[in-house]
């Protein structure tokens, strides 16, 4: 059997292994350079523990001059591990989700795996395409945000028998693990909350997926058991923007001249709605209260100071790799569900 490479191929020491015009460099193109075996190189890569310094050191230098990047397929197969993670977003535009992002990225380095993040958008159809590429890999888990799927995504996630976690959200029924929290919960907590500060007069400016549908059914049922029959409500599209927030106000005080508090679905929005406010000569929160969701880095700083509700995406984060982790080493992930609840920031825009 022919090599994959010439000997004409293979640099001399102190030189760059050259470009190869098709192909890529392979185990045995390293072994020649550090003039070893195949098998040497392999366990110099895998458990370096188990060759001499020396050989070590040849073994490290050919792949530095090579470029050689080891075939983890190849070593995900037969380890049955890809250590490889795979996490769905809705969006990066905003940064809601970092803070799990960055947990996961975190938890999973610690553990000797790496994350690969896609964006799924808002729509089913681009979960199922991504879905369809990141199983045929076989990643160690997939982590997906929210418990909205199509059928056919769902069933393929049940077969493929990778571990799956759902974050975001909450169900009784979930792919297989779970962790989140209640958004009609959140949605009520806040409608208490407005109506125990005495506001009578709430609007709405929500985003349409899900998950944010979700906190308005739970702030507007809430409200109308407290007497508040009439909320308003401005829909805006997803991903969230600040300039969202102003259209809304300005369409808010159309259909409500005595608007006295706007709740938001995302801080981004309640930005947008106190900028308007205050270019409409408005002083906040006298003349009309702010309040936002997800607590996000700016919410503390602006002027006044965003009231809001707090998601610990970071343990979030951590969780659902610990869910994953523990999975794949055999470990008893103790209860498939976990409730991280939520918490209302009461600052100075109410």
């Not at 507007?220 to 308003?232: F, I, K, M, N, Y």
């Amino acid at each position: 059997m022919k090599s994959a490479a010439s000997p004409k191929s293979i640099a001399k020491p102190g030189q760059r292994a050259p470009r190869r015009g098709t192909g890529g460099i392979t185990l045995s193109d390293v072994s020649k350079l550090a003039g070893v075996s195949a098998i040497t190189v392999s366990r110099a890569l895998n458990t370096p523990a188990m060759v001499s310094p020396e050989t070590l050191e040849r073994v490290r230098d050919a792949v530095a001059r090579t470029g050689y990047v080891p075939n983890l397929m190849a070593g995900g197969l037969a380890s049955n591990r890809s250590r490889l993670v795979a996490a769905l977003v809705p969006t990066i535009a905003g940064p809601v989700f970092l803070e799990t992002i960055q947990a996961l990225t975190e938890s999973l380095a610690e553990a000797g795996c790496q994350l690969m993040l896609g964006q799924s958008g808002y729509a089913d159809s681009r979960e199922d395409a991504l879905l369809d590429a990141i199983i045929g890999r076989r990643p160690d888990g997939i982590v997906l945000t929210g418990i909205m799927h199509s059928a056919q995504g769902r069933q393929r996630l049940l077969a493929s028998g990778i571990p799956v976690v759902e974050t975001w959200d909450l169900t009784p029924t979930p792919i297989d693990m779970l962790v989140g929290f209640s958004h009609e919960k959140a949605g009520a907590a806040v409608a208490d909350l407005l109506f125990e500060r005495g506001y009578r007069h709430p609007g709405l400016v929500t985003a349409d997926d899900h998950r944010a549908t979700l906190r308005r059914t739970g702030f507007v049922e809430r409200l109308r058991a407290l007497g508040v029959a009439e909320v308003p409500v401005v829909v805006a599209p997803p991903p969230t923007t600040l300039e969202g927030g102003r259209t809304g106000l300005v369409e808010l005080r159309k259909v409500c001249p005595r608007l006295d508090v706007v709740f938001c679905s995302s801080d981004a929005l309640a930005h947008g709605v106190m900028t308007e406010a205050q270019a409409q000569g408005l002083t906040v929160p006298q003349d009309v209260a702010v309040m936002g969701f997800g607590n996000l880095g700016f919410a503390a700083h602006t002027h006044p100071a965003l009231s809001t509700v707090h998601i610990d995406g970071t343990a979030i984060g951590r969780q659902a790799a610990r869910f994953i982790l523990d999975r794949v080493d055999g470990v008893d992930t103790g209860p498939r569900i976990r409730d991280i609840g939520f918490s209302l920031i009461d600052r100075a825009s109410l």
